[in-house]
């Protein structure tokens, strides 16, 4: 078999499939099959032709492409959460105390021809006396100062450069917590002093019994929870303006790394001003955050007696109206039913009285009556006994 058939046939071989899956899988091998998927799509939407994205992967990966970005995915996470600390190239972190005197050490046996051993070096380290431990540590301390002074000013450039990226500011915690974190500020008047020593180095969740058997009595304190929500306000305020100042850093980084590789800058441009564009307050001063009040509390504005005595007075208040609103109502019914009972009365003493004027008009009427018929008998009477005397004399 030639050479040239040969060749081809090696080479139809590696494109049945898997042929980069090795340097896919390698170190970084992630961000090379990011790139590569995103070549591929730019091709097929821009090339006539050009064949479809799944297609291809097969003859390059042996996981399907759906599975590869997720893989992709996942290593992302992983890499941003390893990478995200700042390593400076040029600066080295100080030796701490026991390496500084592994140094002496291999200096002082290596004059006397010995060779380093670990356990006589730690043997050496148990017993060392205290003064030169403590020289150790002042020289670490020192050290250590020089060093974060140069940490900041390098980690500070690197982000103005783009080379790093910061980490977004963390979003204000809620009322409870917010009061759980006073509750942990040295001098805070919320918690007794025995208090506040059992809480320290403790989670929060080991803290609930002396967190909420306070927050529960104070959360019935109008003017605790007004000072609290304030503050809270003022948390609110500082993580907008942080988060301005960090967007704004960020997209400000990405330009000038992009400006460096030669890169399109315009869609970052954009971006920057549209941001820009939002921000209604001031990015000159940051917001100051005001806790005094919880160094400055009395016991008057931790009692809640106030409010529920006031409470009651109000209540009471409102009972001792309403039951005068009700007797009030009362006595002007009853006084409507008296009236009316008396007009009723009234009423009927008039009727009785007209009733007894009707009665006496008829007994008047039937006496007249009577003594008129008794009258007109008698003269009936007079006329006849006349009328018969006269008969007699005629006779």
């Not at 980069?20 to 091998?29: P, Q, S």
């Not at 080379?163 to 040295?186: H, N, V």
């Not at 109206?321 to 003493?349: A, C, G, V």
Request: hydrophobic share 20%; glycine share 2%; charged share 40%.
């Amino acid at each position: 078999m030639s050479k040239a058939s040969q060749s081809n046939k090696n080479n139809n071989s590696e494109m049945e499939g898997g042929s980069y899956t090795g340097r896919f899988n390698g170190k970084d091998g992630y961000l090379k099959a990011k790139h590569f998927i995103e070549l591929l799509e730019y091709l097929h939407e821009n090339v006539n032709n050009f064949p479809d994205v799944e297609t291809l992967w097969q003859l390059m990966d042996t996981l399907t492409l759906e599975d590869r970005k997720k893989k992709i995915k996942t290593q992302t996470k992983r890499s941003t959460k390893r990478n995200s600390k700042f390593k400076p190239s040029n600066l080295t972190k100080p030796k701490l105390p026991i390496n500084l005197h592994r140094v002496h050490y291999k200096k002082e046996i290596t004059k006397d021809g010995e060779t380093f051993n670990t356990e006589k070096f730690n043997e050496d380290w148990k017993n060392l006396d205290s003064d030169t431990r403590q020289e150790y540590q002042d020289e670490y301390d020192n050290s250590m100062k020089l060093y974060n002074k140069d940490y900041k000013k390098a980690l500070q450039q690197a982000i103005i450069d783009g080379e790093y990226e910061e980490a977004q500011p963390k979003k204000p915690i809620s009322g409870y917590l917010l009061f759980t974190s006073l509750c942990r500020t040295k001098g805070n008047k919320i918690l007794t002093d025995k208090e506040f020593k059992y809480i320290q180095g403790k989670a929060v969740k080991d803290c609930t019994d002396v967190f909420k058997l306070h927050y529960d009595k104070l959360k019935e304190n109008d003017k605790f929870m007004q000072m609290l929500k304030e503050t809270q306000e003022e948390h609110k305020e500082l993580y907008k303006f942080k988060y301005a100042k960090w967007n704004i850093q960020r997209l400000e980084g990405q330009i000038k790394a992009c400006k460096r590789e030669d890169k399109d800058t315009k869609y970052l441009e954009k971006e920057l001003e549209e941001y820009n564009d939002t921000i209604d307050f001031s990015l000159s001063k940051e917001p100051k955050i005001d806790i005094e009040w919880v160094f400055n509390l009395t016991p008057e504005d931790k009692n809640t007696k106030n409010k529920s005595s006031k409470n009651n007075v109000d209540k009471n208040q409102k009972v001792d109206k309403n039951l005068k609103s009700k007797k009030s109502n009362k006595d002007s019914d009853d006084n409507e039913s008296d009236n009316e009972n008396t007009e009723d009365n009234n009423d009927n003493d008039n009727k009785n009285e007209s009733d007894d004027e009707s009665e006496n008009t008829t007994d008047e009427e039937q006496v007249n009556k009577s003594s008129k018929s008794s009258k007109s008998s008698k003269s009936s009477e007079s006329s006849k006994s006349s009328e018969s005397k006269s008969k007699r004399k005629n006779k």
